[in-house]
């Protein structure tokens, strides 16, 4: 691209574009980037800049850009047959072939696959899913929907509720009444100094049971958690921590439901975080790396017993009232057929378990003496750092310094995307899994130079 077509792009995004999560007032004089051409792990800019995506765009081009197989996958459904709807019964042969390969892939038995855009919609639609669950089966007051602050579950009226990140909150008169929030599984920031693993999890568990009960258990229907909070600051939870909040939910007969958008297929060495985190949801989300990003693709994937209950429902109120014009769009379902099928064949995870071992060996060497990192984080191939004032009894950074994003900005000035994650100063690490050896070392290690430049250049450290 000529210099003068990249001012003029930039220009014009400017100009017209509406930027999702920007600071728009500060775009409309400042401008950002503008990504032209992908290739593997790296991506080019409109001035030919070349930059390493250390986070896979937005946590989900998990086989990478470019990819010739996934195109042609692509290329080969929209010359056969590039579009037909599925409501009213109808549908097109890749809907039955998907959801069965997602069936079988689910690491919990589970029933049917409904399939939205985003994984903002696929929530909001599990939200209406348990709320004619409840409808049907006689509980119309069990409708509250549990999530943890910190969590991203999306931007939809619901979803943006459920997100517990106040900034989805702010201005939009969200969350909805049915929302509420208890603490997430943040080892630095909620633990109690001494407390074990086991220990902080039963806590978190007790205010679970504790937030039922003043609720009102028939109130409640459903907790909404990822394997991993993603968004929310890479957050691992202690293994102690499904098992418990499993205990209460069914102790109270809520639904669970995984919000497996990030983690689903692979990115954390098994096929799902369920697997590793010993969930037993009723409820799975499912999007971004069901296609790679290639497409816009998400679902629902609902167990037997939700499933049985809408089917009769579906009798008592007539037809599912819910679904979308590209509901498992042909396209979008060759692509993800095509991705799973090469997750399982290349045998990713195993690729994610050792990039992931990489990842964190570096992520150690690098930061684990660095005086402004509170903690490093991580599980297969994602990871993050956390940054704070003060290392020995952990203190976070005001806010207004902006940290975090001002040396994501100097990392991708560098050449490599991190990402600086909205809740307290993380930066984020989660690249395409094919991510070489070399290319991880020089995403962590230009990291490590973004970290030591804008700290000595803010005076957090000599
Ligand atoms: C765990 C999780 N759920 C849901 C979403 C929302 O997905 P989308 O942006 O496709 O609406 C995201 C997006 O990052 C996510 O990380």
């Not at 069965?100 to 919609?121: A, W």
């Not at 504790?210 to 293994?239: K, S």
């Amino acid at each position: 691209m000529s210099l003068s077509s990249s001012s003029s792009s930039v220009e014009k995004d400017k100009k017209y574009f509406f930027h999702p999560f920007t600071a728009l007032k500060a775009h409309e004089s400042d401008g950002g980037k503008i990504i032209v051409e992908g290739k593997g792990s790296t991506l080019t800019d409109s001035q030919g800049n070349k930059i390493l995506d250390g986070m896979a765009g937005l946590w989900c081009v998990n086989l990478g850009y470019g990819n010739t197989e996934l195109a042609g996958a692509i290329d080969a459904q929209v010359k056969k047959l590039s579009y037909y709807h599925s409501f009213s019964g109808m549908g097109t042969d890749l809907a039955g072939q998907l959801s069965e390969q997602i069936i079988n892939m689910c690491p919990v038995p589970m029933s049917k696959v409904f399939f939205g855009n985003s994984g903002s919609d696929a929530n909001d639609t599990n939200v209406k899913i348990v709320w004619f669950y409840n409808n049907a089966i006689g509980r119309p007051n069990k409708k509250k929907i549990i999530s943890r602050t910190r969590g991203y579950h999306g931007v939809t009226i619901m979803s943006a509720g459920l997100t517990g990140l106040k900034n989805l909150h702010d201005g939009f008169d969200l969350p909805l009444s049915t929302v509420r929030h208890v603490r997430p599984p943040h080892r630095l920031w909620e633990k109690a100094p001494g407390a074990t693993d086991a220990q902080f999890a039963q806590t978190l568990a007790d205010e679970l049971e504790t937030l039922i009960l003043a609720e009102g258990p028939d109130t409640v229907a459903a907790f909404i958690a990822e394997p991993i909070q993603a968004a929310g600051g890479v957050i691992v939870p202690p293994n102690e921590y499904f098992p418990a909040i499993t205990k209460v939910l069914k102790k109270y007969d809520i639904l669970l439901i995984a919000d497996e958008v990030v983690t689903g297929f692979g990115r954390l060495g098994q096929m799902f975080g369920t697997e590793t985190f010993a969930m037993q949801p009723d409820i799975i989300t499912i999007a971004k790396g069901l296609t790679s990003a290639y497409i816009p693709l998400s679902g629902s994937v609902v167990s037997e017993k939700i499933w049985s209950v809408l089917r009769d429902g579906s009798v008592q109120y007539g037809a599912f009232g819910h679904g979308y014009t590209y509901s498992a769009h042909p396209v979008a379902a060759a692509c993800a057929l095509k991705n799973l099928e090469i997750i399982k064949r290349d045998k990713l995870t195993e690729t994610t378990t050792k990039q992931g071992k990489l990842l964190h060996e570096l992520l150690q060497n690098y930061f684990a003496n660095h005086p402004l990192v509170g903690e490093i984080r991580g599980q297969g191939l994602i990871g993050a750092i956390e940054l704070v004032a003060n290392k020995e009894t952990p203190k976070p950074f005001d806010p207004a310094l902006k940290v975090a994003p001002q040396m994501a900005r100097r990392s991708m000035e560098l050449g490599v995307l991190t990402r600086a994650l909205p809740a307290s100063d993380t930066l984020s690490f989660s690249p395409p899994f094919i991510v070489t050896d070399s290319e991880l070392e020089v995403i962590v290690k230009t990291v490590h130079q973004a970290v030591n430049e804008i700290g000595k250049e803010l005076g957090l450290y000599s």
